[in-house]
């Protein structure tokens, strides 16, 4: 069986980004947002409205007050519901990026400025939790007697919760696409991480000197050591047996 790089390349931990934990966690709050939008859809298709009624006063005149169309339970369910996807959905995507930047091999992704905090809600979301809460304590406050009349009633005004929706929405695009971001800064610094290295790589090899060629041994069979250096002295042969004569 052959062998590929994949396979020999180490395998992404689950606080990296990039890793299958990362994509679940951003999937997810696209989820809660996309969610949080279809609660308040309802919940402005069913927020109470106020109807006034004139009634007398024993002679004295007459006064107006006001009823209401409904308790406002389904509408409080649905805000409540959008509030607390929306808020699990950011929380965990945010911590989740914290963490993955923090834990990055990249030194450049956890440069932080000192002026700003670690963590900032974009002011949409904020704006998106601002109107869900008014909704949520307007609603709340005629669960009970809600169809005695009553000189004065609260009601949500028009398009509060569809705004509230589509501020959630926006809020949870926005989150992954940070995240999106922040993986492209990381592959954009790992790939010139390499290439430096490939440089320094490089260079260094051109500054070292050439390596000395091996020396070869090349052997001679049946020579005789004498007569080797004595030929290579400039003695002949027949000077070498006068000798021994």
């Known amino acids: 069986m052959a062998v590929t790089h994949a396979d020999l390349a180490p395998s992404r931990r689950s606080t990296d980004l990039g890793s299958k934990t990362g994509d679940f966690i951003i999937v997810l709050s696209i989820f809660f947002g996309l969610s949080c939008f279809i609660l308040c859809l309802i919940a402005e298709a069913t927020r109470s409205q106020v109807t006034w009624v004139s009634t007398s006063d024993g002679g004295k005149g007459k006064t107006n007050e006001c009823t209401y ?42 440069t932080w400025d000192p002026d700003s905090s670690p963590c900032q809600v974009p002011s949409h979301g904020k ?97 005789n050591p004498i007569m080797r250096e004595s030929n290579q002295s400039g003695v002949t042969l027949a000077e070498y047996l006068a000798v021994f004569k």
Not at 141 to 169: E, I, Y
Not at 180 to 187: D, G, H, M, N, Y
Not at 201 to 217: D, F, G, M, V
């Open 69 to 110: 169309s409904g308790s406002g339970k389904v509408p409080l369910l649905c805000a409540a519901g959008a509030f607390l996807g929306l808020a699990i959905g950011m929380v965990v995507a945010h911590v989740y990026m914290m963490v993955a930047v923090s834990q990055s091999q990249s030194p450049a992704l956890v």
């Open 127 to 223: 704006l998106d939790f601002s109107l869900l809460q008014l909704g949520l304590s307007v609603e709340s406050g005629h669960l009970k007697d809600w169809s005695t009349p009553s000189p004065t009633c609260l009601t949500v005004r028009q398009g509060l919760f569809s705004a509230a929706g589509v501020f959630g929405l926006f809020t949870a695009f926005f989150c992954s696409g940070l995240y999106i971001t922040a993986l492209q800064a990381q592959r954009l610094l790992q790939d010139l991480e390499s290439v430096q290295r490939e440089v320094a790589e490089a260079a260094a090899l051109h500054s070292s000197p050439p390596p000395s060629p091996p020396r070869r041994i090349v052997a001679v069979p049946n020579e």
